[in-house]
């Protein structure tokens, strides 16, 4: 079983940053794509950045220039430097990862539990 941890989230003032964490703990033959999304109040989640085990990297247009994902592959944890933050970033941010499980090669698709991230103006 392979199970994500998250941490990072709090309150912060518009303008300023923080850094969300998000290890996968198990069974890990390797991870392919890691990701992190966010659903605000009342929305839909939402694909914030992704990172391939390339590092290649994508971002949604509202966080271009002000987020940067990387990851460590020797932890297994993906980050998100989130720069210059506003109020519309306030949302619960959710990280995601999928690769293969040592026991089989079994294909597997995760979910951390979430972080809140609240900006202030």
């Known amino acids: 079983q392979v199970q994500l941890v998250e941490s990072g989230g709090g309150l912060v003032q518009a303008g300023g940053s923080l850094r969300l964490s998000c290890t996968a703990y198990?069974?890990?033959?390797?991870?392919?794509?890691m990701a992190w999304y966010r659903q605000a109040p009342g929305k839909q989640r939402d694909l914030v950045a992704t990172i391939h085990s390339s590092n290649a990297t994508s971002y949604a247009d509202s966080v271009k220039g002000r987020f940067t994902i990387s990851r460590d592959n020797v932890k297994n944890t993906v980050y998100l430097q989130m720069n210059s933050l506003e109020p519309e970033d306030t949302a619960v941010y959710y990280c995601n990862a999928n690769g293969l499980r040592i026991v089989q090669s079994r294909y597997f698709e995760e979910w951390g539990q979430g972080t809140l991230v609240t900006v202030s103006s």
């Open positions: 198990g069974t890990i033959l390797r991870i392919d794509s």
